[in-house]
């Protein structure tokens, strides 16, 4: 049994301080997926919220045996940031929601591959793509906070993000 | 590699000493626990002082009896405030500042208070949640000020009662199936038998009205919770006119229906007659629609956040 197995199971049986764990491994992530739908940070956090109070809610529901924790946690946000834009009468971009939320949902690298890809972030130029792909990623700030803190626009922001992405791509192709 | 994209790689590769957003956790963590000790607390006033309560009295004489129904209506109505404080604080939203920009959109500034809600572990509220909500209205919107002002204070509202529901909900005993909220209706008709209700619907200017149509929900639940706001009431009290929310449940206990993305969404306002009323909560009547701004997202403004680079001292959290 891995350590998150374990923290769901205590946390399943009332030990719900560990929930706090579960928490703090996804919300980053949880967030980007959510603002990658909605587009809005302020409602992505709200939305990420929900959801992890929903999973919380229906934890013991959760089966292991046909999703990752993960996996099941991103088609309820899913699920949740898609209902807002229904109701709210905003152009849809997915078709299947599951599908979406399995395709962007976390994964695990063996550790080679994170060591290959912390490699590569850090050997990013100029230094600053590699500042600004961790301040998002590995630190969950905003494009805004980020542009406060090396006081340029969200638009730079937005293209030191591509062309580091871009860059990061073809050096782990 | 797998066939992961580049985000999902750059995550996966995030250092376990990365830095957290700790108000973020600890506000799940929060609202979590909350709920399960609030739950906890109207479970155990309901149930367990009842019977040692109604023991003693039958040995008491009349002057002790009145003294004892003043304490017990000084105790509750203190429990009332205290749970009300908690459950519904009252939003409020201020007037609307504005700074033009070169380009002609205008930045706008908006301060709310207890929009979200927040409460201690023990029940009772925190300081009062004040907060600046800024935004970047394109030029030639049609969004006004005072059309913003009633969106925020729609979302405000609205926040409020999804959370008294979901208190509620807590009651209901876990993993009951099938089980919904409605938005916020006005009471046409109360019988002993069904409660007939019209929804409430956002217009083109923020404001709300009741729709014409009625609907009838003609089987109510034996155990059936209600509520004022946070305080018990007898499904007498109700009347006409009143602004309520309801948690209901297909009577099958199946949740049968889903929207067009697959998320699980009973229709509550359609087949009234498989649906079992189990909880009814007063609110106070909404004011404004809650889905004004956001069927103009991005299109008329964006959320702005202060910044030293940006004009005017603001940065977009994304662009139109």
């Known amino acids: 049994m891995n350590k998150e197995t374990a923290i769901i199971q205590d946390v399943v049986q009332g030990q719900t301080e560990k929930y706090r764990f579960l928490v703090e491994r996804y919300q980053i992530g949880l967030i980007i997926h959510c603002e990658n739908i909605v587009k809005d940070r302020q409602e992505a956090e709200d939305i990420a919220q929900e959801s992890f109070i929903k999973a919380y809610d229906t934890l013991n529901t959760y089966d292991q045996s046909k999703a990752r924790f993960s996996t099941w946690l991103y088609r309820i946000a899913t699920n949740k940031a898609i209902d807002s834009l229904r109701k709210s009468k905003r152009s849809m971009p997915i078709e299947d929601p599951d599908d979406y939320a399995d395709q962007h949902a976390e994964v695990e690298l063996f550790d080679d591959e994170v060591a290959a890809l912390r490699g590569a972030v850090d050997a990013l130029e100029p230094p600053v793509y590699a500042e600004v792909i961790k301040a998002y990623f590995w630190e969950g700030k905003s494009y805004s906070a980020i542009a406060d803190e090396l006081n340029v626009s969200t638009n730079t922001v937005g293209t030191w993000m591509r062309r580091a992405k871009a860059n990061l791509k073809e050096v782990l192709a | ?320």
């Open chain 2, 1 to 320: 590699m797998k066939n992961f994209s580049i985000e999902q790689r750059i995550l996966a590769a995030r250092p376990n000493l990365s830095k957290q957003n700790v108000q973020f956790t600890d506000g799940v963590m929060d609202k979590i626990k909350n709920h399960e000790i609030i739950s906890s607390q109207l479970r155990t006033a309901n149930v367990k002082h009842k019977e040692t309560f109604i023991m003693k009295l039958r040995n008491l004489h009349t002057p002790a009896l009145i003294a004892i129904a003043c304490l017990i209506a000084l105790a509750t109505s203190g429990t009332a405030y205290a749970i009300y404080a908690t459950f519904f604080l009252k939003p409020e939203v201020g007037e609307i500042q504005s700074t033009p920009l070169k380009s002609g959109n205008k930045i706008i500034s908006i301060e709310t208070s207890n929009c979200q809600l927040t409460s201690g572990l023990d029940g009772t509220p925190k300081a009062t949640t004040n907060t600046t909500q800024y935004y970047e209205l394109r030029d030639g919107s049609s969004l006004t000020d005072e059309m913003f002002r009633r969106g925020v204070l729609g979302q405000c509202e609205e926040n409020i009662s999804n959370n008294a529901i979901s208190m509620i909900m807590k009651q209901l005993p876990k993993d009951t199936p099938g089980v919904y909220s409605t938005g916020p209706m006005e009471i046409k008709a109360v019988s002993d038998a069904a409660i007939t209700v019209s929804e409430f619907l956002g217009s083109s200017d923020g404001s709300v009205t009741v729709s014409d149509g009625a609907l009838k929900y003609p089987h109510l639940s034996d155990q059936l919770i209600t509520y004022d706001q946070d305080t018990k009431v007898v499904y007498e009290t109700y009347k006409p006119g009143d602004s309520i929310k309801m948690i209901l449940k297909t009577k099958d206990g199946k949740s049968t229906e889903f929207n067009d993305y697959g998320d699980e969404q009973y229709d509550v306002t359609r087949d009234v007659d498989n649906l079992e009323v189990l909880a009814i909560i007063k609110i106070p009547r909404p004011t404004s629609d809650p889905y004004l701004l956001s069927k103009h997202t991005a299109r008329d403004y964006v959320r702005v956040e202060p910044c030293s680079g940006g004009e005017a001292g603001f940065c977009r959290a994304y662009e139109f």
